[in-house]
C-alpha cells in the first residue's frame, strides 16, 4: 500500500487517506510440453531454439522443400529485446506468490526480460529440479510434483550473462480438496504498531469433502509455516460475534484482532477438516492472503516529502523556457537530491513526474499536457499548469447529456478546504441552469457540516 502525495502550485497540503483502520503425469514428462532450448548467449539469438539461426530474417524448411516449393512460409525471427536487467516472473497459476491444488501435481508459468542462459525450477521440499520450456519472454514448467499437507516452496531460477535472479511461490496440496476462491478480509492493510480488527471470509459453497461445520483461520509467514491460531470461522448468521451475514449460504466468517509490530505484510490463511482418499481425515489449508502493515505518516514527514516537490516544481518551472526535456530533467535532477527518494521516472516519460520514496509514499507532479484533465487551462503554453479549468462546456446545458431524474441533491462537505476548486458549487450552477425536464429542481449545495450523514441518506432519491 502506498501513500500519494501531489504538488499543486503554492498551495502545499498535507492529506493522507488511509485505507486501514483508516490463482497429469510428472516425472520426465513428453506429452507436447514445451521446449527446453533457450538458445545460445551470441547477443542476437537469446530468445531459445536458436540453433542453425545466423541471420534473423532466416527462413526455416522442412522436408527439402522452400517456401516456394509449400514448406513453411517465409517468417522473419522476432528482433531481440535488450532489456537493461535480468527479470523473472511467475504468473501462472498465480502471481500472488501462495497457492493451494486438490491435485498431486501443478504446472507453472510466468515471464522472463532480460538476456539468459537457462531457466530451471526447483522444488524445495521434494528436491526435485528440472529446466523449464518455452519461447521468450514466456517460459512454462512440465507438471511438478507436490508433496502433501505441507508447504511446497517451488522456485524459478534464471541464469543470465552476469545475473541470476529467481521468483518463488508456495504451494500447498490438499487432496481431493478445493477451495474455489480466494480468502478475503477486510480491510486490507492495517498500521503497523496497532491492533486491529478485521473482517475475515471463505466462500466454500459446496465444493469439497469437508467434516464439520467450521473453518479454522490461521496466521503463517512468508513461507506458510504455522505462526498463531485465530479461532474458527462459522456460516452461522451471527453478524454480531462472526459477521457471517447470512446462514447456510457457504460463506463462513470471523471477526479477529491482529497486531502489527513493524511496516511489511501478514499472512492469514483458512483450514478445513477434509477427508482423504482413503477416508483418513486431514488438514486443508487455502492459499495465505497477505495483511499489508503500514507505517504511520508523520506531518514532519509529509512536509518533507511536500518541500521536495516544491523544489522540483520550481527546477521544472526554471527551465521549462529551454524546452520540456531540460524541464523534466532539472526536477529529477531535483528529486534525486532528496537521499530518502528511491526512485523517479524517466526523462522519456510523458505526463507528470513521479517519485517513490524510501517510506512507501509515491509523490507526483501534475504535469499533465494542455487541453487534459489537470492540464493546462486558458492560455496554455508550455508552463506548468496545476489544472487551470479555462473555458468549460457543459453537456448538460448543451443537451449531450440526458438528465434522467427531477431532483438534484449537491452536497459539498469539504468546501471549507477545496475553496474556488471545490467542483461541486461549478455543478450547481450548471444545474440551476437547466429547464428541461419539467419541474426540475436542486436541492442544496449543503456546504460543510451541512452536509451531514442526514443529507447521504437522501442520495437514493435523487
Same mark, same amino acid.
Given at each position: 500500500?502506498?501513500?500519494?502525495?501531489?504538488?499543486?502550485?503554492?498551495?502545499?497540503?498535507?492529506?493522507?487517506?488511509?485505507?486501514?483502520?483508516?490463482?497429469?503425469?510428472?516425472?520426465?514428462?513428453?506429452?507436447?510440453?514445451?521446449?527446453?532450448?533457450?538458445?545460445?548467449?551470441?547477443?542476437?539469438?537469446?530468445?531459445?531454439?536458436?540453433?542453425?539461426?545466423?541471420?534473423?530474417?532466416?527462413?526455416?524448411?522442412?522436408?527439402?522443400?522452400?517456401?516456394?516449393?509449400?514448406?513453411?512460409?517465409?517468417?522473419?525471427?522476432?528482433?531481440?529485446?535488450?532489456?537493461?536487467?535480468?527479470?523473472?516472473?511467475?504468473?501462472?497459476?498465480?502471481?500472488?506468490?501462495?497457492?493451494?491444488?486438490?491435485?498431486?501435481?501443478?504446472?507453472?508459468?510466468?515471464?522472463?526480460?532480460?538476456?539468459?542462459?537457462?531457466?530451471?525450477?526447483?522444488?524445495?521440499?521434494?528436491?526435485?529440479?528440472?529446466?523449464?520450456?518455452?519461447?521468450?519472454?514466456?517460459?512454462?514448467?512440465?507438471?511438478?510434483?507436490?508433496?502433501?499437507?505441507?508447504?511446497?516452496?517451488?522456485?524459478?531460477?534464471?541464469?543470465?550473462?552476469?545475473?541470476?535472479?529467481?521468483?518463488?511461490?508456495?504451494?500447498?496440496?490438499?487432496?481431493?480438496?478445493?477451495?474455489?476462491?480466494?480468502?478475503?478480509?477486510?480491510?486490507?492493510?492495517?498500521?503497523?504498531?496497532?491492533?486491529?480488527?478485521?473482517?475475515?471470509?471463505?466462500?466454500?459453497?459446496?465444493?469439497?469433502?469437508?467434516?464439520?461445520?467450521?473453518?479454522?483461520?490461521?496466521?503463517?509467514?512468508?513461507?506458510?509455516?504455522?505462526?498463531?491460531?485465530?479461532?474458527?470461522?462459522?456460516?452461522?448468521?451471527?453478524?454480531?460475534?462472526?459477521?457471517?451475514?447470512?446462514?447456510?449460504?457457504?460463506?463462513?466468517?470471523?471477526?479477529?484482532?491482529?497486531?502489527?509490530?513493524?511496516?511489511?505484510?501478514?499472512?492469514?490463511?483458512?483450514?478445513?477438516?477434509?477427508?482423504?482418499?482413503?477416508?483418513?481425515?486431514?488438514?486443508?489449508?487455502?492459499?495465505?492472503?497477505?495483511?499489508?502493515?503500514?507505517?504511520?505518516?508523520?506531518?514532519?514527514?509529509?512536509? !518533507?516529502?511536500?518541500?521536495?516537490?516544491? #523544489? =522540483?516544481?520550481?527546477?521544472?518551472? @526554471? *527551465?521549462?523556457?529551454? %524546452? /520540456?526535456? $531540460?524541464?523534466?530533467?532539472?526536477?529529477?535532477?531535483?528529486?534525486?537530491?532528496?537521499?530518502?527518494?528511491?526512485?523517479?521516472?524517466?526523462?522519456?516519460?510523458?505526463?507528470?513526474?513521479?517519485?517513490?520514496?524510501?517510506?512507501?509514499?509515491?509523490?507526483?507532479?501534475?504535469?499533465?499536457?494542455?487541453?487534459?484533465?489537470?492540464? !493546462?487551462?486558458?492560455?496554455?503554453?508550455? #508552463? =506548468?499548469?496545476?489544472?487551470?479549468? @479555462? *473555458?468549460?462546456?457543459? %453537456? /448538460?446545458? $448543451?443537451?449531450?447529456?440526458?438528465?434522467?431524474?427531477?431532483?438534484?441533491?449537491?452536497?459539498?462537505?469539504?468546501?471549507?478546504?477545496?475553496?474556488?476548486?471545490?467542483?461541486?458549487?461549478?455543478?450547481?450552477?450548471?444545474?440551476?441552469?437547466?429547464?428541461?425536464?419539467?419541474?426540475?429542481?436542486?436541492?442544496?449545495?449543503?456546504?460543510?457540516?451541512?452536509?451531514?450523514?442526514?443529507?447521504?441518506?437522501?442520495?437514493?432519491?435523487?
Amino acid at each position: 500500500m502506498k501513500h500519494v502525495l501531489g504538488s499543486f502550485g503554492a498551495a502545499i497540503a498535507c492529506a493522507v487517506v488511509a485505507l486501514a483502520p483508516a490463482s497429469c503425469g510428472g516425472g520426465s514428462g513428453g506429452g507436447g510440453n514445451p521446449s527446453t532450448d533457450f538458445g545460445k548467449m551470441d547477443g542476437t539469438c537469446f530468445y531459445g531454439n536458436c540453433e542453425d539461426v545466423d541471420d534473423p530474417d532466416a527462413t526455416v524448411e522442412e522436408d527439402g522443400e522452400s517456401p516456394e516449393e509449400g514448406g513453411k512460409p517465409d517468417v522473419p525471427a522476432p528482433p531481440p529485446v535488450e532489456n537493461p536487467e535480468l527479470v523473472l516472473k511467475i504468473t501462472g497459476p498465480t502471481g500472488a506468490g501462495f497457492a493451494s491444488t486438490p491435485g498431486a501435481q501443478i504446472s507453472l508459468s510466468g515471464v522472463v526480460f532480460g538476456r539468459y542462459a537457462s531457466i530451471t525450477w526447483m522444488n524445495e521440499k521434494t528436491g526435485e529440479s528440472r529446466d523449464a520450456g518455452g519461447t521468450a519472454p514466456y517460459w512454462q514448467t512440465e507438471s511438478i510434483g507436490v508433496a502433501p499437507f505441507e508447504p511446497n516452496r517451488i522456485r524459478v531460477t534464471a541464469v543470465g550473462e552476469n545475473e541470476t535472479v529467481s521468483d518463488t511461490i508456495v504451494v500447498m496440496y490438499n487432496p481431493g480438496f478445493y477451495f474455489p476462491y480466494p480468502v478475503d478480509v477486510k480491510p486490507p492493510s492495517v498500521f503497523a504498531g496497532d491492533t486491529s480488527r478485521v473482517h475475515v471470509t471463505m466462500t466454500l459453497g459446496a465444493f469439497g469433502s469437508m467434516v464439520g461445520d467450521k473453518l479454522r483461520l490461521q496466521q503463517v509467514d512468508a513461507a506458510g509455516n504455522p505462526v498463531k491460531e485465530h479461532g474458527q470461522m462459522t456460516d452461522d448468521g451471527d453478524v454480531t460475534t462472526h459477521g457471517d451475514e447470512v446462514e447456510g449460504d457457504g460463506v463462513y466468517s470471523t471477526q479477529v484482532s491482529v497486531t502489527c509490530s513493524t511496516p511489511g505484510p501478514i499472512y492469514l490463511r483458512v483450514g478445513a477438516t477434509a477427508k482423504n482418499f482413503d477416508g483418513s481425515q486431514f488438514d486443508a489449508w487455502s492459499a495465505p492472503v497477505p495483511v499489508d502493515c503500514v507505517a504511520r505518516l508523520t506531518e514532519s514527514t509529509c512536509m !518533507a516529502h511536500q518541500a521536495t516537490l516544491k #523544489a =522540483a516544481r520550481q527546477a521544472y518551472e @526554471g *527551465a521549462v523556457g529551454n %524546452g /520540456l526535456a $531540460a524541464a523534466r530533467q532539472a526536477a529529477i535532477d531535483a528529486l534525486k537530491a532528496d537521499s530518502s527518494v528511491t526512485e523517479v521516472a524517466q526523462v522519456a516519460e510523458a505526463g507528470g513526474i513521479w517519485a517513490a520514496f524510501d517510506d512507501g509514499v509515491l509523490g507526483a507532479l501534475n504535469l499533465a499536457a494542455e487541453g487534459t484533465r489537470g492540464g !493546462a487551462g486558458e492560455g496554455g503554453g508550455e #508552463a =506548468a499548469c496545476d489544472g487551470g479549468t @479555462g *473555458a468549460i462546456e457543459s %453537456g /448538460l446545458l $448543451a443537451g449531450k447529456i440526458p438528465v434522467l431524474t427531477k431532483d438534484t441533491l449537491l452536497l459539498s462537505p469539504f468546501i471549507s478546504e477545496f475553496g474556488s476548486d471545490d467542483e461541486v458549487q461549478l455543478i450547481g450552477g450548471v444545474a440551476s441552469q437547466l429547464s428541461c425536464p419539467a419541474f426540475f429542481s436542486v436541492k442544496g449545495p449543503y456546504n460543510n457540516q451541512a452536509a451531514g450523514l442526514s443529507q447521504f441518506r437522501k442520495m437514493s432519491r435523487h
